[in-house]
């Protein structure tokens, strides 16, 4: 006979078990379905172990320039595998800790791979064995993963997704990384700071086409300054590879080696395989399509996280999570939307916005006023060393709507929320010009943009 809960959720990543546990909070009987670890991509291979591999570069680069603090570093040198050590056992740490936060909320673990059998019906398989799962209530969030290029697929050895970049077996000495967006320049930074010489391949006319133009403008400079070569309107037409490298054809037809090359030009929904297509669910270029409240067009049957689309980020699923279950618990809560979600690049520079961007917010006809505040005015900015960078800001010139915050240079991703807390709270520019912020603190810069926005700022 088939075990029977109130929800089963399909994928157990950052949208997968927060919704497990939020649905345990509200009294469901809830079971999760992982084919590999607790914890997703994001957890085990993505945001996470990422962030450990670039703490280790941070620290390394702050060595080799010990003497900028008066201090001096003799023959720094590293452990490659060590370094992967590291960011693997922070991956571990913290699959043990979902672990430990299923059993607390009393959610059912079920190992294997699932599918949806019918409404209300999810099997799952593992070592050739299948076991039936019964629910009035199915979340699929199974993510996505990195997308191939069609002439040149990832092989783990010379040519690398995000995932083998992560555990590198030895240190690329030249690498071509093909793509742009967040994953691309984190590894870009990450290597180059570890001593590769390293190319960025990008076809539209910028890095990080999503951000705001001055942003992209300010990182490509950045970049380019420690070294790196950046070729923008620009693309990848054929790879040969071999052994002991990769030999890439640009477009307009120049041609050049490098030792390994990471593929970072998007994501692919994991939508095969699940059963959707039986039972009509429908989807837009492979994502799962859903109303604000993770409800697919099939009774029952709901989607969270990457599979449903963009924004591709792990805090938009664990926020979509919860209003999907909180929605099936009857708690009316807000129906999700994307347009208060920030989105953090941890690169060196960093970067982070939310909101619109000074383009796009005159593109849909607001009348702006535009604050800026560089890294250069702020005391603490300049006692940490770090004095290159800026915050943007953008209001409606009408209403002092905050639209859209953009900033780049040290910790701006720890910065960011402050923004995003004003926009969810509806606060004015008059709302900002009054509260008061820390001295000193890197924070004190936020407060100045509002204020150049209108001509009042203070230290620049």
Same mark, same amino acid.
């Given at each position: 006979?088939?075990d029977?809960?109130?929800?089963?959720?399909?994928?157990?990543?950052?949208?997968?078990?927060?919704?497990?546990?939020?649905?345990a909070q509200?009294?469901?009987?809830?079971?999760?379905?992982?084919?590999?670890?607790?914890?997703?991509?994001?957890?085990?291979?993505?945001?996470?172990?990422t962030?450990?591999?670039?703490?280790?570069?941070?620290?390394?680069?702050y060595?080799t320039?010990?003497?900028?603090y008066?201090?001096?570093?003799?023959?720094?040198?590293?452990?490659?595998?060590?370094?992967?050590d590291?960011?693997?056992?922070?991956a571990?740490?913290?699959?043990?800790?979902?672990?430990?936060?299923?059993?607390?909320?009393?959610?059912?673990?079920?190992?294997?791979?699932?599918?949806?059998?019918?409404?209300?019906?999810?099997?799952?398989?593992?070592?050739?064995?299948?076991?039936?799962?019964?629910?009035?209530?199915i979340?699929?969030?199974?993510?996505?993963?990195?997308?191939?290029?069609?002439?040149?697929k990832?092989?783990?050895?010379?040519?690398?997704?995000?995932?083998?970049?992560?555990?590198?077996?030895?240190?690329?000495?030249k690498?071509?990384?093909?793509?742009?967006?967040?994953?691309?320049?984190?590894?870009?930074?990450f290597?180059?700071?570890? @001593?590769?010489?390293? $190319?960025i &391949? /990008?076809?539209?006319?910028? #890095?990080?086409? +999503?951000?705001d133009e001055?942003?992209? *403008?300010?990182?490509?400079?950045?970049l380019?300054?420690q070294?790196?070569?950046?070729?923008?309107?620009s693309?990848?037409?054929?790879?040969?590879?071999?052994a002991?490298?990769?030999?890439?054809?640009?477009?307009?037809?120049?041609?050049?080696?490098?030792?390994?090359c990471?593929?970072?030009?998007?994501?692919?929904?994991?939508?095969?395989?699940?059963?959707?297509?039986?039972?009509?669910i429908?989807?837009?270029?492979g994502?799962?399509v859903?109303? @604000?409240?993770?409800? $697919?067009? &099939? /009774?029952?049957?709901?989607? #969270?996280?990457? +599979?449903?689309?963009?924004?591709?980020? *792990?805090?938009?699923?664990s926020?979509e999570?919860?209003?999907?279950?909180?929605?099936?618990?009857?708690?009316?809560?807000?129906?999700?939307?994307?347009?208060?979600?920030?989105g953090?690049?941890?690169?060196?520079?960093?970067?982070?916005?939310?909101?619109?961007?000074?383009?796009?917010a005159?593109?849909?006809?607001?009348?702006?006023?535009?604050?800026?505040?560089?890294?250069?005015?702020?005391?603490?900015?300049?006692a940490?060393?770090?004095?290159? @960078?800026?915050?943007? $800001?953008?209001?409606d010139a009408?209403?002092?709507?905050?639209?859209g915050?953009?900033?780049?240079?040290?910790?701006?991703?720890?910065?960011?929320?402050?923004y995003?807390?004003?926009?969810?709270?509806?606060?004015?520019?008059e709302?900002?010009?009054?509260?008061?912020?820390?001295?000193?603190?890197?924070?004190?810069?936020?407060?100045?943009?509002?204020?150049?926005?209108?001509?009042?700022?203070?230290?620049?």
């Amino acid at each position: 006979m088939a075990d029977t809960y109130d929800l089963i959720v399909l994928g157990s990543g950052p949208g997968g078990y927060v919704a497990a546990i939020r649905a345990a909070q509200l009294g469901l009987k809830t079971a999760i379905v992982e084919r590999e670890k607790l914890g997703g991509i994001c957890l085990n291979w993505g945001c996470i172990p990422t962030k450990a591999l670039l703490r280790t570069s941070e620290i390394n680069h702050y060595l080799t320039h010990a003497s900028a603090y008066g201090l001096s570093a003799e023959k720094v040198s590293f452990d490659l595998a060590k370094i992967v050590d590291r960011s693997r056992k922070v991956a571990g740490q913290l699959n043990a800790g979902v672990k430990g936060l299923m059993k607390k909320n009393k959610v059912t673990v079920v190992e294997g791979e699932g599918a949806l059998k019918g409404k209300g019906m999810l099997t799952v398989t593992k070592d050739g064995k299948t076991t039936e799962l019964n629910a009035k209530h199915i979340i699929v969030a199974t993510g996505a993963r990195a997308r191939d290029l069609p002439f040149a697929k990832a092989d783990g050895k010379r040519v690398w997704t995000y995932r083998h970049a992560m555990v590198p077996a030895e240190m690329p000495s030249k690498l071509l990384v093909i793509g742009s967006g967040a994953i691309g320049v984190e590894f870009a930074s990450f290597y180059s700071d570890m @001593g590769a010489k390293v $190319t960025i &391949v /990008e076809m539209l006319d910028r #890095i990080l086409p +999503v951000e705001d133009e001055e942003v992209s *403008a300010f990182v490509h400079k950045a970049l380019t300054k420690q070294g790196m070569t950046l070729l923008t309107s620009s693309g990848v037409d054929k790879l040969d590879v071999s052994a002991t490298g990769v030999k890439a054809t640009l477009k307009g037809g120049a041609v050049e080696e490098f030792s390994h090359c990471i593929v970072a030009i998007g994501i692919v929904p994991n939508t095969e395989n699940i059963g959707i297509e039986a039972l009509g669910i429908e989807t837009n270029r492979g994502h799962i399509v859903t109303d @604000g409240f993770g409800r $697919t067009n &099939v /009774e029952g049957i709901y989607a #969270i996280g990457d +599979v449903t689309g963009p924004p591709w980020l *792990a805090h938009k699923a664990s926020h979509e999570g919860v209003v999907c279950v909180e929605a099936i618990a009857g708690k009316n809560p807000h129906p999700f939307e994307t347009w208060n979600i920030p989105g953090c690049t941890y690169s060196r520079p960093q970067v982070a916005s939310v909101g619109f961007t000074e383009a796009k917010a005159k593109e849909i006809g607001h009348e702006v006023k535009v604050g800026k505040f560089p890294f250069i005015g702020n005391g603490k900015a300049i006692a940490l060393g770090e004095a290159e @960078g800026f915050v943007k $800001t953008v209001f409606d010139a009408k209403t002092g709507e905050l639209l859209g915050a953009h900033m780049v240079g040290a910790e701006v991703t720890e910065l960011i929320q402050g923004y995003v807390v004003a926009r969810q709270l509806e606060t004015t520019e008059e709302d900002l010009m009054h509260t008061v912020f820390p001295h000193p603190t890197l924070s004190e810069m936020m407060h100045e943009s509002v204020l150049d926005a209108y001509g009042r700022a203070l230290h620049y």
